[in-house]
Each structure stands twice: as structure tokens, then as C-alpha cells.
């Protein structure tokens, strides 16, 4: 080794410059180490090192000098020196000292062992000093440290309590759900915790619950909630449950909770708990108020509906239900004789008269508004049953009402209507008790049993509403498709999709007819999507085969405020991969302004999506100019019924002109329908309408026969 200048013999002692000239074998493996090391003499003087002590610092730096001059940037050098020469002294090792090194700006860690050398009569011959960087280490274990100071910070001063529970000892999850919960229930103790959970469990130290069984928490005490823990994959969320505290409060609670798995086993669970009893009381009293009338304190119309609805799903073959609808009879005369104070008073005795009267008898009673109240019977035997308890609530509603020493007494007409002898569903239950209702009050016959022969419509609407849910099931529905042409380019750019009921025994039925049956009933939206699928279905394939059309349909009011439709509508085009913007939806006046602001928001959101709209049978209702300005819609249709008279009427070219221009004016298309006559089509391109359809153009078409019809009439589209 005597290339080296770190093995320059002359200043080494003789047996230590020989041990390390003779030994080139020592010096390479020594060199192959990634750790820094150092032999000093008895003095402390460095005498040689290894590759890494090279590097470390130059020859220049390292023979030759002490310890102490190498160690400048150490905490305490002189320190590090004596204990260099408490070993030479001793004998004896020190080792994994952890020393700090400041060099420059950067602070670095050493893990450095101090290892006596000695002769062959085991003098101390000097020292290897083998040092290690652990900066790494060192940063880590801080970072380490500051996230678990954090941890505990962050627990401590959760306004949650936060618990940990090991499983003493762990638990197979191999074994049955059965067995896993009664050993949860057994082996789990609390291992950890917080100051709130010691408040939440009425002690003064969370200390006092360490080690304590699964049960002293109360958060996860509950079997039932244990077993959701296991069958939910070790975890819990939001689980309220109820505790009293020592005060005999009872207190709401929530918990949430995550099961730690490792190599199989189940080790411990964490879990958060809260105090949620002020936050329950108020959504309890949220939903009381929303489903319960402010002036009687009787179940609403909402509320009635979902019990109603509950009970259709729940009905057995054999079991019958009843609806009574109430209305009082001449109360416009109290409130108009004593002030409408008095009249409210009659409806807060009514309730309770009600209620009482049901007696053991299943049933609730609600306040629909007004003066109408209804009684729904979940249970009855037949028909008498109901009629008889009519007459009942009649008989109590007679009594008389004292108003402040006013007394006063007042007569009531009760519709009656069955299931299943009358309807299926909630909705066309409350319809003909209604129907009832009026027949009753009309009649002067207090109480009133539905009779088909009550419906203002005929008897083949009324056996429509039968046959429509069946006809939606069995596809007996179609449609048929009617071409938009734009008088621009004299071609086709559209197709509105036209619905068609070929009844099996009663025939062709016609729109007119059965749409305003579905629209009364719970089939309009089921209708209406069957009418969407099949019209985006239909515009996707007629793309596929090169023709860039776009389909219009048309959307009710009942569906237009159904927070269903947005989302059907959306998982439809995706699900066809339709551009939104190949599809229209046309919407009337009417179902507009029935409730705008609602209407509002729905056609944002449908318009969102890319989807077209437009306002059908424009100018047969009333519209509010302020309002059609904030409508995301890009079309009015004209109505028909001034198109087909405009060439003999002035009145009705008048408003056809008219509202091209209005809807120009505020940036939207005009679509005039029931274009019959060429004289029409033409008047209506001098006027500057955009789009038109029609007989004259074409009739509604079957799907199969529009492409052909296309190619060979003078309307092709490309």
C-alpha cells in the first residue's frame, strides 16, 4: 500500500504500518466499505482511512491531525476527543454514538463507533473510528416525530372523540361473521382515546378506560352495530345510536369506524363518536314540519302520499284499502261571518275529532289544505267497513264547535274510493275519492262511494286508464315520425317524434285521448320514457346509416319537474352515444308557467346537457315576455290553429307575423306546424319563418318508412 499517501510508514507506529502495508487484502475490504473509516493512534492522530475517508476529507486533511482538528463542525468536539482517549485508556468500545455535524449550512448525523485496536498482548494500540451517515435516518425519524406530535395534537383537540380498540388477540376474518362479532365483542379493549371521549363517557381521565372492554365506550357497543361493522368490510358510517348520560339525558350519538386487517387477522378498529342529539332534534324537527300541517299539526299531503305509496307496495293479494277524502261544507261562511282566527280554530278541533274517532281502527288522518282533509284505512274488510266509518266521522264532525263562547255547528262531504275495486295506486285513488268527493257535496249526500258513472270523462277514457299501464308493458305504443323542413334551404333537417296507440280491441286511440289520462296518472313518466329511449334509439340509428337528423319530442309539465328525467335523459345519450344536440324536447306554454321557477331550473340542467328546446302551441297560452327571456329555449312553434286560418284571416296572419318577428328579435327560431297548402308554405317564407311541418310537407311516417320516403321526395336532406 505504499502508492498510498495515507500509508506513509514514517509516521505511523511499526507494528500498525506493517499490519496495514502486509494486509493489502485489509486495506481493499476496508476500501470496499460504504462507511467512513479512521485508525488513530494512542494520541488520537489519524494514522490512516479508507476510501470513504477520502473522499470524506483529503489525504491533506485527514494524516497526520487529531480528531478534534477533523471535528470543527461537530457538537462538542472536544468531547468527541476525550472520548477517543477514554477508549485508548479503557480499552473498551463506545459505540452507535450519535453525533451531530454542522458543515456549512447543512446538518448532517453520524452513527460513529469507537473500537480499541490491540497488540498481541492486548495493549491498546490505537483506535478505528467506523462512521456511518444517518442523516437520512435522522430527517426521517423527525418528520417521524413532528407527524406524531401532530397526531396527538390533532386527537387531543378533536372535538370528536377518537378511539382505537385492539383485538387481545387478533381475530381470524376467515372464520364466520357469527364468530368474528362475539369475538369482537369478547377481545376487544380500548388501546387508545381522547379527552372528549372520556367526557362522552362521563369519566375525568381517559386514562381510566384504557384497557377496559368493548362495551364501557359505547360506540361500537351494540351487536347490531358490530355486525354491520363485519359485514360492511370492517367499516362503520355515521352509526347513530342513543346513550343517557349520568344526568339521565338521552343523548344521540354517531360513529364511524375503520377495522385495521393485516396478514388476515383483524388487529384493532378506529373509530370517531360525536354528540349529534342537537343536530337530530333539529332535522326531527325539520321533517316534522315538513310533513306535518303548521295549523293542525296533522300529517300533510307529502307525508300521506309516501304512507299511501308504502302500502300499495306492501298490500297483499287479499287485503283492501280505503281513501276518504273530507271537505267541509259552507266554511267560507265562518271565516267570512267570524274572521278567518275562528275558522282556524274549527280546523285545530277537526284533527283531533278524527283521530279520535278512528279509535282502534288502522288509519291516519291528514290535512290536505283548506278545508280538505283525508283518512286513509290501510285495513279494512269491505266496502260497508269504510262506508260506516264515513258516517262516523260525519256524525263527530257534527258536534258542536265552541269558538271563544261562540258556538257553532258544521257538515261535512266525504268521498269514498277502494282498493283494488277502484284503483291499483296512490294517485288514482286520491283522483276518485276526489270524483267522489264532489259527487257527495253536489248531491247533498254526505257520504259518496265512487262510481265510474261520477268521472266527467266517458267510460272508454275511464277503461283507458286501465289499459294504458298494460299497453306501456306490452309495447303497444309506437310512434311515428313527422319531417321539419327549413325554408332557407327547402330541406329536411328533422323529425318529430309523434306518439300512436293501436289498441287490440278498441282500435286506433288517439293521442288526445290518452296522453291527458297519463298526464292525471302515475304513467306519464313512464310513458314519456319510453317515448325518450325510443326516439334517441331511433335518431342513433338513422346516423349510423348517414343521415344527420335531429328528433324532437314532447315533454310534459308532470315530467319537466320530476328530478328523474335529467339523469335518465343524460344516462340515455350516453348510453346511445348521441350528441345532445341532436335531440329537441318542445314544451308547452302551460307547462311552463305552471311552475316557472321549477321549469326553470330543470331546463338549465336539460339544456346543460346540450339537448335543444322548445316551446310548442306557442301563442294559445300566456307567456310573460320577462320570463320567455330568461328560458335557455332556442324555438317557439306557432300553434296550428292560426297557421291554417291565416290566409282568410288578417287576425291570424297578423299574430303569425307578428311572433316571427318578437321570437327574431330575441334570437330564436320560429317552427310553424299544420302547413296543409303550398299558398301557406310560401306565405310563410315571404314572412321569414325558418322551419315549418306538415301534411303538405309529409304525414307522420313509421320509423321503417322514413328513409325511403326521404331519398325520393323532393325534401332530401343531402
Given at each position: 500500500?505504499s502508492?498510498?499517501p495515507?500509508?506513509a510508514?514514517?509516521?505511523?507506529?511499526?507494528h500498525?504500518?506493517?499490519?496495514?502495508?502486509?494486509?493489502?487484502?485489509?486495506?481493499?475490504?476496508?476500501?470496499?466499505m460504504?462507511?467512513?473509516?479512521l485508525?488513530?493512534?494512542?494520541?488520537?492522530?489519524?494514522r490512516?482511512?479508507?476510501?470513504r475517508?477520502?473522499?470524506w476529507r483529503?489525504?491533506?486533511?485527514?494524516?497526520?491531525?487529531?480528531?478534534f482538528?477533523l471535528?470543527?463542525?461537530?457538537?462538542?468536539?472536544?468531547?468527541?476527543h476525550?472520548?477517543?482517549?477514554?477508549?485508548?485508556r479503557?480499552?473498551?468500545p463506545?459505540?452507535?454514538?450519535?453525533?451531530?455535524?454542522?458543515?456549512?449550512?447543512?446538518?448532517?448525523?453520524?452513527?460513529?463507533?469507537?473500537?480499541?485496536?490491540v497488540?498481541?498482548?492486548?495493549?491498546?494500540?490505537?483506535v478505528?473510528?467506523?462512521?456511518?451517515?444517518?442523516?437520512?435516518?435522522?430527517?426521517?425519524?423527525?418528520?417521524?416525530?413532528?407527524?406524531e406530535?401532530?397526531?396527538?395534537a390533532?386527537?387531543?383537540?378533536s372535538?370528536?372523540a377518537?378511539?382505537?380498540?385492539?383485538?387481545?388477540p387478533?381475530?381470524?376474518?376467515?372464520?364466520?361473521?357469527e364468530?368474528?362479532?362475539?369475538?369482537?365483542?369478547?377481545?376487544?379493549?380500548?388501546?387508545?382515546?381522547n379527552?372528549?371521549?372520556?367526557?362522552?363517557?362521563g369519566?375525568?381521565?381517559?386514562k381510566?378506560l384504557?384497557g377496559?372492554p368493548?362495551?364501557?365506550?359505547?360506540s361500537?357497543?351494540?351487536?347490531?352495530t358490530?355486525?354491520?361493522f363485519?359485514?360492511?368490510?370492517?367499516?362503520?358510517?355515521?352509526q347513530?345510536f342513543?346513550?343517557?348520560?349520568k344526568?339521565?339525558?338521552?343523548?344521540?350519538?354517531?360513529?364511524?369506524?375503520i377495522?385495521?386487517?393485516e396478514?388476515g387477522?383483524?388487529?384493532?378498529?378506529?373509530?370517531?363518536?360525536?354528540?349529534?342529539?342537537?343536530?337530530?332534534?333539529?332535522?326531527?324537527?325539520m321533517?316534522y314540519?315538513?310533513?306535518?300541517?303548521?295549523?293542525?299539526?296533522l300529517?300533510?299531503?307529502?307525508?300521506?302520499?309516501?304512507?299511501?305509496?308504502k302500502?300499495f307496495e306492501?298490500?297483499?293479494p287479499?287485503?283492501?284499502?280505503?281513501?276518504?277524502?273530507?271537505?267541509l261544507?259552507?266554511?267560507?261562511e265562518?271565516n267570512?261571518?267570524?274572521g278567518?282566527?275562528?275558522g282556524?280554530?274549527?280546523?285545530?278541533q277537526?284533527?283531533p275529532?278524527l283521530?279520535?274517532?278512528?279509535?282502534?281502527?288502522?288509519g291516519?288522518v291528514?290535512?290536505?289544505?283548506?278545508?280538505?282533509?283525508a283518512?286513509f284505512?290501510?285495513?279494512?274488510?269491505?266496502?260497508?267497513h269504510?262506508?260506516v266509518?264515513?258516517?262516523?266521522?260525519l256524525?263527530?264532525i257534527?258536534?258542536?264547535f265552541d269558538?271563544?263562547?261562540?258556538?257553532t255547528?258544521?257538515?261535512a262531504?266525504?268521498?269514498?274510493?277502494l282498493a283494488?275495486?277502484?284503483?291499483?295506486?296512490?294517485?288514482t285513488?286520491m283522483?276518485?275519492?276526489?270524483?267522489?268527493?264532489?259527487?257527495?257535496?253536489h248531491?247533498?249526500k254526505?257520504?259518496?262511494?265512487?262510481?265510474?258513472?261520477?268521472?266527467?270523462?266517458?267510460?272508454?277514457?275511464?277503461?283507458?286508464i286501465g289499459?294504458?299501464?298494460?299497453a306501456i308493458?306490452?309495447d303497444?305504443?309506437?310512434?311515428?315520425?313527422?319531417?321539419k323542413?327549413?325554408?332557407e334551404?327547402?330541406?329536411?333537417?328533422?323529425?318529430?317524434?309523434?306518439?300512436?296507440?293501436?289498441?287490440?280491441t278498441?282500435?286506433?286511440?288517439?293521442?288526445?285521448?290518452?296522453?291527458?289520462?297519463?298526464?292525471?296518472?302515475?304513467?306519464?313518466?313512464a310513458?314519456?320514457?319510453?317515448?325518450?329511449e325510443?326516439?334517441?334509439?331511433?335518431?342513433?340509428?338513422?346516423?349510423?346509416k348517414?343521415?344527420?337528423?335531429?328528433?324532437?319530442?314532447?315533454?310534459?309539465?308532470?315530467?319537466?319537474?320530476?328530478?328523474?328525467?335529467?339523469?335518465?335523459?343524460?344516462?340515455?345519450?350516453?348510453?346511445?352515444k348521441?350528441p345532445?344536440?341532436?335531440l329537441e324536447?318542445?314544451?308547452?306554454?302551460?307547462?311552463?308557467?305552471s311552475?316557472?321557477?321549477r321549469?326553470?331550473?330543470?331546463l338549465?340542467?336539460?339544456?346543460?346537457?346540450?339537448?335543444n328546446?322548445?316551446?310548442?302551441?306557442?301563442?294559445?297560452?300566456?307567456?310573460?315576455l320577462a320570463?320567455?327571456?330568461?328560458?335557455?329555449?332556442g324555438t317557439?312553434?306557432?300553434?296550428?290553429?292560426?297557421?291554417?286560418g291565416?290566409?282568410?284571416?288578417?287576425?291570424?296572419?297578423i299574430i303569425?307575423s307578428s311572433?316571427?318577428?318578437l321570437?327574431?328579435n330575441?334570437?330564436?327560431?320560429?317552427?310553424?306546424?299544420?302547413?296543409e297548402?303550398e299558398?301557406?308554405?310560401?306565405?310563410?317564407v315571404?314572412l321569414?319563418?325558418?322551419?315549418?311541418?306538415g301534411?303538405?310537407?309529409?304525414?307522420?311516417?313509421?320509423?321503417?318508412?322514413?328513409?325511403?320516403?326521404?331519398?325520393?321526395?323532393?325534401w332530401?336532406?343531402?
Amino acid at each position: 500500500m505504499s502508492d498510498s499517501p495515507l500509508h506513509a510508514s514514517e509516521a505511523a507506529p511499526e507494528h500498525v504500518s506493517l499490519r496495514f502495508e502486509e494486509n493489502r487484502e485489509l486495506q481493499r475490504m476496508l476500501d470496499a466499505m460504504r462507511s467512513i473509516i479512521l485508525y488513530l493512534d494512542v494520541w488520537g492522530v489519524v494514522r490512516h482511512g479508507n476510501l470513504r475517508a477520502r473522499q470524506w476529507r483529503g489525504v491533506d486533511d485527514l494524516l497526520g491531525k487529531s480528531f478534534f482538528e477533523l471535528a470543527l463542525g461537530w457538537d462538542d468536539p472536544s468531547e468527541r476527543h476525550r472520548e477517543i482517549m477514554q477508549v485508548v485508556r479503557t480499552g473498551k468500545p463506545l459505540l452507535s454514538s450519535m453525533e451531530r455535524v454542522k458543515e456549512g449550512a447543512v446538518e448532517r448525523w453520524f452513527s460513529v463507533d469507537k473500537i480499541p485496536t490491540v497488540d498481541n498482548e492486548h495493549r491498546v494500540t490505537g483506535v478505528l473510528l467506523v462512521m456511518n451517515d444517518i442523516t437520512e435516518n435522522m430527517l426521517k425519524e423527525r418528520e417521524l416525530q413532528k407527524s406524531e406530535d401532530r397526531y396527538r395534537a390533532f386527537i387531543a383537540n378533536s372535538a370528536d372523540a377518537i378511539w382505537c380498540y385492539d383485538l387481545r388477540p387478533p381475530i381470524d376474518i376467515q372464520l364466520t361473521n357469527e364468530v368474528q362479532i362475539d369475538l369482537i365483542l369478547q377481545r376487544a379493549v380500548l388501546a387508545e382515546g381522547n379527552d372528549k371521549l372520556a367526557k362522552i363517557v362521563g369519566v375525568d381521565d381517559v386514562k381510566d378506560l384504557l384497557g377496559l372492554p368493548l362495551h364501557r365506550n359505547g360506540s361500537l357497543s351494540n351487536k347490531a352495530t358490530i355486525t354491520q361493522f363485519v359485514r360492511n368490510a370492517y367499516r362503520l358510517d355515521d352509526q347513530e345510536f342513543t346513550r343517557v348520560n349520568k344526568s339521565g339525558e338521552r343523548l344521540t350519538m354517531q360513529s364511524s369506524a375503520i377495522g385495521i386487517v393485516e396478514n388476515g387477522y383483524l388487529m384493532r378498529a378506529w373509530g370517531t363518536t360525536r354528540d349529534v342529539t342537537e343536530k337530530r332534534k333539529y332535522l326531527d324537527k325539520m321533517e316534522y314540519l315538513a310533513n306535518h300541517d303548521p295549523l293542525t299539526s296533522l300529517p300533510n299531503r307529502s307525508l300521506l302520499f309516501r304512507k299511501m305509496h308504502k302500502a300499495f307496495e306492501l298490500r297483499g293479494p287479499h287485503s283492501r284499502m280505503a281513501l276518504l277524502l273530507l271537505d267541509l261544507d259552507r266554511f267560507k261562511e265562518i271565516n267570512d261571518t267570524l274572521g278567518h282566527l275562528a275558522g282556524d280554530k274549527v280546523l285545530k278541533q277537526l284533527g283531533p275529532r278524527l283521530e279520535a274517532e278512528l279509535g282502534d281502527t288502522l288509519g291516519l288522518v291528514a290535512r290536505l289544505g283548506g278545508d280538505e282533509f283525508a283518512i286513509f284505512l290501510p285495513k279494512i274488510r269491505n266496502r260497508q267497513h269504510a262506508i260506516v266509518l264515513a258516517h262516523r266521522f260525519l256524525d263527530s264532525i257534527a258536534q258542536v264547535f265552541d269558538i271563544e263562547g261562540f258556538q257553532t255547528e258544521i257538515s261535512a262531504s266525504i268521498g269514498v274510493a277502494l282498493a283494488p275495486d277502484h284503483a291499483s295506486d296512490a294517485t288514482t285513488l286520491m283522483r276518485y275519492a276526489d270524483v267522489a268527493m264532489y259527487h257527495a257535496k253536489h248531491r247533498l249526500k254526505g257520504v259518496s262511494l265512487y262510481d265510474p258513472v261520477f268521472d266527467s270523462h266517458t267510460p272508454k277514457r275511464l277503461a283507458l286508464i286501465g289499459a294504458l299501464g298494460r299497453a306501456i308493458r306490452e309495447d303497444q305504443l309506437c310512434l311515428q315520425y313527422q319531417p321539419k323542413v327549413c325554408l332557407e334551404t327547402h330541406k329536411v333537417f328533422g323529425f318529430e317524434a309523434l306518439i300512436r296507440w293501436n289498441h287490440p280491441t278498441m282500435g286506433f286511440i288517439p293521442p288526445s285521448e290518452f296522453v291527458p289520462i297519463a298526464e292525471m296518472s302515475s304513467f306519464i313518466y313512464a310513458m314519456s320514457s319510453w317515448v325518450l329511449e325510443q326516439t334517441i334509439r331511433q335518431c342513433t340509428e338513422w346516423r349510423a346509416k348517414g343521415y344527420d337528423t335531429i328528433c324532437a319530442m314532447n315533454l310534459s309539465a308532470r315530467n319537466l319537474i320530476d328530478d328523474r328525467i335529467v339523469g335518465d335523459l343524460s344516462r340515455l345519450l350516453k348510453q346511445y352515444k348521441l350528441p345532445g344536440n341532436r335531440l329537441e324536447l318542445e314544451l308547452t306554454e302551460s307547462t311552463l308557467m305552471s311552475d316557472p321557477e321549477r321549469a326553470l331550473v330543470a331546463l338549465r340542467k336539460i339544456n346543460a346537457l346540450g339537448v335543444n328546446l322548445s316551446i310548442d302551441d306557442f301563442g294559445t297560452g300566456y307567456s310573460s315576455l320577462a320570463y320567455l327571456k330568461r328560458l335557455p329555449v332556442g324555438t317557439l312553434k306557432i300553434d296550428g290553429s292560426f297557421i291554417q286560418g291565416m290566409l282568410e284571416d288578417d287576425q291570424d296572419e297578423i299574430i303569425v307575423s307578428s311572433t316571427i318577428q318578437l321570437a327574431h328579435n330575441l334570437g330564436l327560431k320560429i317552427v310553424a306546424e299544420c302547413v296543409e297548402k303550398e299558398e301557406v308554405y310560401k306565405r310563410l317564407v315571404d314572412l321569414g319563418c325558418d322551419n315549418v311541418q306538415g301534411y303538405y310537407v309529409s304525414r307522420p311516417l313509421d320509423p321503417e318508412h322514413v328513409i325511403e320516403w326521404a331519398e325520393t321526395s323532393q325534401w332530401l336532406s343531402h
